[in-house]
């Protein structure tokens, strides 16, 4: 079983279209989380982090549920620039990220 | 502010050459890693350091890779003898601690001919 395992997608939505993605860790101790995109032959980027209390960001919103070891990502209208690749990564206390294999997020006109 | 630099951004060799990627973290920043990325395998952390050392190189896929940072803005990722295999793009990160997010650098894009 990978450490972090998300939604295996390709997500295919219309503009305007509120979409979600799922993500699991299975390590326990774990402390941090974070989403990132990636575009097309670009680097990841800091999309957002998540806490406890859940968070958001204009039309992102992220949730954290500690006792399930997962955490989601919630796009509100959906933009065509939305399309790109989204990375689930969580820290364990020693400071190693480990990242998912990425959900694909084509927003369609 | 500077993000991440990483250098060079393509690197196209021949199978048996050497190969050295270069990275320059955010100052500041403690914390080293590198990745690799492939269509195949997907992002893999090689290693990463804390204060200019190496605290998990348990993905180096071997010991044709090697990984040094002599200091605390300067890093350097060697593959010697290079085979087709580690064609790939290679990216530089660095964090503030160990709960702060990473930054990446643009990636090094390497083909081994």
């Known amino acids: 079983r990978k450490e972090v395992e998300q939604d295996p997608g390709p997500f295919n939505v219309p503009e305007g279209a509120t979409v979600a993605f799922n993500c699991t860790y299975s390590?326990?101790?774990?402390?941090?989380f974070f989403w990132y995109r990636q575009d097309c032959r670009k680097e990841p980027k800091l999309l957002m982090s998540?806490?406890?209390s859940g968070n958001e960001d204009g039309r992102f919103t992220a949730q954290l549920n500690r006792a399930s070891q997962y955490i989601s990502l919630l796009i509100r209208d959906s933009k065509l620039s939305d399309s790109a690749t989204y990375l689930c990564?969580?820290?364990?206390?020693?400071?190693?990220?480990?990242f998912g294999d990425g959900t694909t997020l084509t927003v369609k006109p | 502010d500077a993000g991440v630099i990483q250098s060079p951004r393509h690197e196209v060799t021949e199978m048996g050459q050497e190969v050295t990627l270069r990275c320059k973290p955010i100052?500041?920043?403690?914390?080293l890693f590198w990745y690799r990325q492939t269509m195949m395998r997907g992002l893999e952390l090689l290693i990463y350091?804390?204060?200019?050392?190496?605290?998990?190189d348990s993905g180096m896929p071997e010991d044709r890779f090697s990984a040094k940072m002599p200091n605390a803005s300067f890093s350097t990722l060697k593959i010697q003898p290079s085979e087709p295999r580690d064609s790939a793009v290679y990216f530089c990160?660095?964090?503030?601690?160990?709960?702060?997010?990473?930054?990446f650098g643009d990636g090094t894009r390497l083909s081994i001919l």
């Open positions: 990160a660095s964090s503030s601690r160990n709960h702060q997010p990473q930054h």
């Open positions: 390590n326990s101790a774990s402390q941090s």
């Open positions: 998540v806490y406890s």
């Open positions: 990564v969580v820290n364990t206390n020693a400071g190693k990220s480990t």
């Open positions: 100052s500041g920043h403690n914390s």
């Open positions: 350091f804390n204060n200019n050392v190496p605290i998990d």
